[in-house]
């Protein structure tokens, strides 16, 4: 028989240990993917520079849960707006609703625009400073390596 003095101590530890996983380290708990927003232009050269992306998120399996929105569209402009970009806006990232991230050397990583290196009409003015790689270490992290 369980005694509600047990019962009771059996709550808050598991509510502790639950608060902990939340709030820890940034890593999704166990069953729980990993959020990606990928909002987009829906014409080359930005889907062409989303391949790499893609390729990448298919390993991760059911460890994320994508979604993709046309940034011409009406919930693809909102969630543009929300993360506080405004004008031209040919790619975003958001992992679980962040699109700014720090590297392991300390400095800052957005994934807005197109990856570096990516081929594209505009060369280096129309890439961002994010890699397909910085994307891996954002997710590894998330994901629990």
Excluded: C
Aim: glycine share 14%; no cysteine; net charge neutral.
């Amino acid at each position: 028989m369980i005694t509600r003095r047990t019962l009771l101590g059996a709550l808050a530890a598991s509510t502790v240990a639950l608060g902990m996983g939340a709030l820890g380290t940034g890593v999704a708990r166990a069953g729980t993917p990993v959020h990606v927003d990928i909002v987009a232009l829906g014409h080359w050269p930005v889907q062409k520079a989303l391949d790499p992306v893609r390729v990448l998120l298919k390993g991760y399996g059911d460890k994320i849960a994508v979604q993709e929105f046309d940034a011409e569209a009406d919930d693809g402009k909102a969630l543009i707006k929300k993360a506080g970009k405004q004008g031209h806006v040919p790619l975003l990232i958001l992992i679980d609703g962040a699109w700014q991230f720090k590297r392991a050397d300390g400095s800052a990583v957005e994934f807005f625009s197109f990856p570096s290196g990516a081929a594209n009409p505009l060369g280096a003015l129309g890439s961002g400073s994010w890699s397909v790689d910085d994307l891996k270490a954002v997710l590894d992290a998330k994901v629990g390596g």
